[in-house]
């Protein structure tokens, strides 16, 4: 008996046989468009150097992170001016201050000499720190008279002229080391003074120079 071969069936298209019309590509037809490529990138298969300068240009097109404004400086706090006396000033301010000075020690403390010694130190100090730079020298000789005057308002004397100016002299006797102390103080501050602003115009005439 004869036997007939089978073939196995084939479901793919024979060789040879045309294409269906989904396989075929009309070469007419546009390209499919790829994926889209952000702006600034280089093209596909550059070369690393294009690579980084695009980079570069899109680092260089973004925008610079905004800066935060400081806060404003602090303005430096500016110094109260000391008062300036001349001489005479000087002089006056003291010969006021001492006689008020004694006669609320008279009032309240029984004309105590030694108080009264005491309270005249920072007055010679702020007379010397007081008087302008010109004026120096009157400081040291001014405050000692302030001295005496106002001590007329403390001693003790007798009634008249006569016996105020016994108890003038007695107290300048007994408190001569209040005296020196106080003219000491102005004459130490006095010079100090002195040998700053001689620095002072020393460093500007070196910086002029």
Do not use: K
């Amino acid at each position: 008996m004869e036997q007939h071969r089978t073939r196995p069936p084939h479901d793919g298209p024979r060789r040879g046989a045309p294409l269906p019309p989904q396989g075929r590509r009309d070469p007419a037809a546009p390209a499919r468009p790829g994926p889209a490529a952000r702006p600034g990138a280089p093209p596909a298969g550059a070369g690393p150097s294009v690579a980084r300068q695009a980079d570069h240009g899109d680092m260089q097109r973004r925008p610079a992170p905004a800066r935060r404004n400081a806060p404003p400086p602090v303005p430096p706090v500016r110094r109260l001016p000391g008062p300036r006396l001349t001489g005479l000033g000087g002089g006056l301010f003291c010969a006021a201050v001492m006689p008020v000075i004694g006669a609320v020690d008279r009032l309240l403390f029984d004309s105590s000499l030694t108080l009264y010694g005491v309270l005249f130190l920072p007055v010679a100090a702020l007379t010397a720190l007081w008087v302008r730079v010109g004026d120096l020298v009157a400081a040291p000789v001014s405050v000692p008279i302030a001295f005496a005057i106002g001590l007329l308002t403390v001693a003790d004397g007798g009634d008249g002229l006569s016996g105020h100016l016994v108890g003038l002299v007695t107290g300048l006797a007994t408190q001569a080391g209040w005296l020196y102390g106080g003219t000491l103080v102005a004459g130490v501050i006095a010079t100090v003074r002195r040998m700053r602003m001689l620095r002072r115009r020393a460093a500007q005439r070196r910086r002029t120079a």
